[in-house]
């Protein structure tokens, strides 16, 4: 696979071992593994202009050229590093506008991707050519709600997609692939949107999905494995976590009490009561607003996940806005370092810890890497249970077959941990499923694999290569970890930065991400204890009244 240019050839390349036969001092070293997932944004578009001093670095500093082709063969358009925080259009990243950005085709019975579609899908979301198209008892229904509603195309931002962040932009996450371990090829796990790809984090298969379906998985995940083998797991969460979905990671008091909101992270540190796994979902509540750059109101506006859906501004208001400002993505960052300053704080426990900052896919933005094929499939045929049978009955994406062999866009993976040697970087090939994979080999090592998925990925803890843990060289990131300029209010800000009440007056409209968020939030509130949501309740404090019992509930059972 080359390290410049357009793409790459569809196969599998050779893995590096980072240790030799070491796997055993590691598995007697590491007690904790903490994962953050956050949302949507490829390797190039965050890490792309990074200055690394490895130059074997995959990003956009070498030869290149780093182009697509413009909006219906024009002009081609070159990568460059002046993205800002807001976008005015959540770009697509549907299964079919993925295969699109890769250009990937079957020739001769392997995939071929020449990443050279990016602008070009970028364009059609804007113009209106991107709408799904569903099947099933409610779709035309929807086709009607979707004509009477549609939105003001947007056009000739297509470039966008190019525009990655400059190394300013991005400070905490540029300073820990300096100072601790890059994946210079981790790519989603498949082509497509985030629900697939998070629960190939969880269960090493989406179920046989390559779009958000909103219902519940009844997939073996790597919490129960690990629960089989006698070790503990937490899931910190805020909000309405898409890790929802597997219902059985919380339909019993027993399972409950794992999880707790994501500021209790740093008090388990603290005090001890890290378990040996910790998932870290971020906030996808959307903004109140489409105004740039406008400070948290409220208990309302507390999104973390970077989505460029939580990252929106009118069109018009685009090429005036700053590159960067509070909100969304500025609090992302800052989560990183408040978990990485958590584990700083106690340097023994960190010394016992990996930590992994990684993104569920790319968003629709750049990346000049091809992903592989030529990956086991998971295998199994999809297990929907009779509510998702029903669901799928009433409606349900239309989508083209895939086989699963081919992963998706390289996104951001960095391995922070003492034993990791500053700067390192690996290049085997990885996917959302070396999550499970690693927490067996370190935890399980006695289990077999969840699907055919994790069975061939590799872990990353084999990036934990020193001897003796770092001590003195460590950064400092503790003046990203608490967003004053986030919080603080400007004098006049608009009226309509004002949170409306949960269940008063008219909401905005919801971004896609989080409608799909709000159902699922709909489908755990029949399952959770206690009455039901009102019906009066807006879509956001409906959300949040979910959250609320749900955590009312796992606290209960704590």
């Known amino acids: 696979m080359p390290s410049s240019g357009q793409g790459g050839p569809s196969r599998i390349p050779s893995r590096d071992h980072e240790i030799a036969g070491g796997d055993s001092r590691v598995a007697a070293t590491i007690d904790h593994v903490i994962v953050i997932a956050l949302e949507n944004r490829s390797f190039d578009h965050m890490l792309g202009y990074l200055q690394h001093p490895d130059a074997s670095f995959d990003g956009l500093l070498g030869a290149g050229p780093y182009e697509n082709p413009g909006w219906g063969g024009g002009t081609p358009v070159s990568a460059t590093p002046d993205a800002k925080y ?38 059609r979301k804007g113009r209106g050519l991107a709408a799904p198209s569903f099947d099933g008892v409610l779709a035309p229904l929807v086709a009607l709600c979707k004509r009477l509603t549609a939105a003001a195309t947007i056009k000739d931002r297509g470039p966008l997609a190019m525009r990655c962040q400059a190394t300013s932009q991005v400070p905490v996450l540029s300073e820990l692939a300096l100072k601790f371990g890059t994946c210079t090829r981790w790519f989603s796990s498949v082509p497509g949107e985030t629900w697939p790809n998070r629960n190939f984090l969880h269960s090493a298969t989406s179920d046989g999905t390559t779009v958000n379906e909103t219902r519940f998985y009844d997939n073996r995940t790597i919490f129960e494995l690990l629960e089989e083998a006698g070790k503990s797991w937490h899931i910190y969460y805020d909000d309405t976590p898409q890790v929802w979905a597997f219902h059985e990671l919380w339909d019993s008091d027993d399972r409950r009490r794992n999880w707790y909101r994501s500021s209790e992270f740093a008090n388990h540190v603290h005090s001890g009561q890290l378990p040996n796994y910790s998932f870290i979902e971020p906030n996808h509540r959307p903004p109140l607003h489409l105004e740039p750059y406008l400070p948290v109101v409220g208990q309302h506006d507390h999104g973390s996940s970077q989505h460029p859906g939580n990252n929106l501004v009118a069109d018009k208001d685009y090429d005036g806005c700053p590159p960067s400002g509070p909100g969304d993505f500025a609090r992302a960052e800052a989560l990183i370092a408040e978990v990485y300053e958590a584990l700083r704080s106690n340097p023994e426990l960190f010394q016992r810890s990996v930590l992994l900052v990684t993104y569920d896919e790319h968003g629709g933005l750049y990346d000049h890497v091809g992903p592989p094929g030529g990956v086991p499939a998971p295998g199994g045929k999809p297990q929907p249970g009779l509510l998702g049978r029903l669901l799928r009955f009433l409606l349900r994406r239309k989508t083209t077959f895939f086989d699963f062999t081919l992963l998706g866009v390289r996104v951001p993976a960095i391995v922070i941990s003492p034993y990791v040697p500053a700067g390192v970087i690996s290049a085997t090939p990885r996917d959302h499923a070396s999550v499970p994979s690693t927490l067996r080999a370190l935890f399980a090592p006695t289990h077999g694999p969840l699907t055919k998925r994790d069975e061939w990925a590799p872990p990353f803890h084999t990036m934990l290569t020193l001897d003796q843990p770092r001590t003195a060289d460590l950064p400092d990131l503790s003046g990203h970890a608490a967003p004053a300029a986030a919080l603080a209010s400007p004098t006049g800000a608009p009226e309509s930065a004002t949170a409306p009440l949960p269940g008063k007056g008219p909401e905005p409209p919801l971004p896609d991400h989080y409608q799909e968020l709000v159902e699922l939030a709909d489908l755990v509130d029949e399952k959770l204890p206690g009455p039901v949501a009102p019906t009066t309740m807006g879509p956001r404090a409906k959300a949040q009244h979910v959250t609320a019992e749900f955590q009312h509930n796992a606290e209960s059972a704590r």
């Open 86 to 123: 807001v976008l005015p259009l959540d770009p697509d990243h549907s299964h079919e506008a993925v295969m699109l950005q890769l250009g990937a085709t079957r020739r001769g019975g392997s995939w071929q991707v020449d990443n050279r579609g990016f602008v070009d899908s970028f364009e």
